[in-house]
C-alpha cells in the first residue's frame, strides 16, 4: 500500500498578515536611525550596499501592489511551497529593479511609509483568495503573503549582519513562517523519510529517499536553529561551515543534506 499523501501546510491568514506587518514595521524603525555612512555599507548580497538591501526590502513587500494591479489569473496553477524553487531565475531583474528602487527614492524612510501604508489599504481592500500572477504561477493573496514573510525575515538577518549592533528584531510569527515554508520546500525536494529535519520551534520534515522512519529516535536527525536554516536554504551559509561551526547537528549516514542546500539562491 503506498504511503499516505502529505497534507499540505496551512497557514493562518490573519497572523500572516499581522506578521508581515509587523516585520516591515520593524525595518522601517532601524532605517529611520541608519546613518548615511551605514547605508553605505557592503552587505552579504554581492555588490549591495544597506541603501540596496533597503530598497529591496520595499519592494519585495511591492510586489503585491504590483501583482493586484494586474488581471487576476483564471485559476491557480501553483502551490505556495513551490515559490522558493521560482526565485532563481528571476534575479538578474531583480537585482536591476532594486538598483532604480534605490536611485528613486533617495529618503528611504518616506519610502518604507508609503509601503507600509499602501499595503494596509491593499490589504483591506482585497479578499485573501484573490488570485494573483507571480513570479511563481497563479497563487491566492493570502499565500503570496507568506512569501513576502520570508522575504522580509531572510532580509532583516541580512540587514543585521550588515550593520553591526543594529539588532533588527524578528516577528516570531514572520520567522515561524519563513522557517515552515523552507522546510517543507526541501521536504518537495527531496522526498523520501528516511531524514528529519528538525528547527525548533517551529518545524519538523521528513525528507530524502531511503529506508523509512515509523517510531522511535529516526536513524538520521538534523537539527538548527530557524536563523541559521534560513540561511542555509538561502545560501548566506554554507552546509560544511554551518557543521564546522557547530551551528548544524547532523548524525546518520543519510543527514548530510548539503547537497540538496540552498533551495532558493
Known amino acids: 500500500m503506498p504511503p499516505a499523501k502529505k497534507r499540505a501546510r496551512s497557514y493562518d491568514p490573519a497572523r500572516t498578515r499581522t506578521a508581515v506587518l509587523a516585520q516591515l514595521a520593524h525595518v522601517h524603525q532601524a532605517v529611520r536611525g541608519l546613518t548615511p555612512e551605514q547605508l553605505a555599507l557592503p552587505t552579504r548580497l554581492g555588490e549591495w550596499t544597506v541603501r540596496d538591501l533597503v530598497a529591496h526590502i520595499g519592494m519585495a513587500v511591492t510586489a503585491v501592489h504590483r501583482a493586484l494591479d494586474r488581471p487576476a489569473p483564471p485559476r491557480q496553477d501553483v502551490t505556495v511551497v ?33 509601503v507600509d501604508s499602501s499595503l494596509r489599504a491593499l490589504l483591506d481592500q482585497h479578499p485573501g483568495g484573490r488570485l494573483l500572477e507571480t513570479n511563481a504561477g497563479a497563487l491566492p493573496l493570502d ?60 518545524a519538523v520534515v521528513q525528507c530524502v529517499e531511503g529506508p523509512r522512519h515509523t517510531r522511535g529516535t529516526p536513524p538520521n536527525v538534523v537539527e538548527t ?17 554551518a557543521v564546522a561551526g557547530a551551528k548544524v547537528a547532523a548524525s546518520g549516514e543519510r543527514a548530510d543534506i548539503g547537497r540538496l542546500l540552498p533551495l532558493m539562491a
Open 82 to 114: 513551490q515559490w522558493p524553487f521560482a526565485t532563481a531565475a528571476n534575479a538578474p531583474a531583480i537585482a536591476d529593479f532594486t538598483r532604480n528602487v534605490a536611485a528613486d527614492h533617495p529618503d528611504l524612510d518616506a519610502y518604507l511609509a508609503d
Open 225 to 241: 536553529d530557524p536563523l541559521t536554516w534560513l540561511r542555509l536554504a538561502t545560501g548566506r551559509v554554507s552546509w560544511q561551515d
Open 143 to 202: 499565500d503570496y503573503l507568506v512569501t513576502r514573510a520570508v522575504e522580509l525575515a531572510v532580509h532583516t538577518d541580512d540587514l543585521n549582519a550588515a550593520v553591526p549592533g543594529l539588532e533588527v528584531p524578528h516577528d516570531r510569527q514572520a520567522l515561524a513562517a519563513a522557517t515552515r515554508l523552507l522546510a517543507d520546500a526541501l521536504a518537495v525536494k527531496a522526498p523520501g523519510g528516511s531524514t528529519e529535519v528538525r528547527v525548533p520551534p517551529y
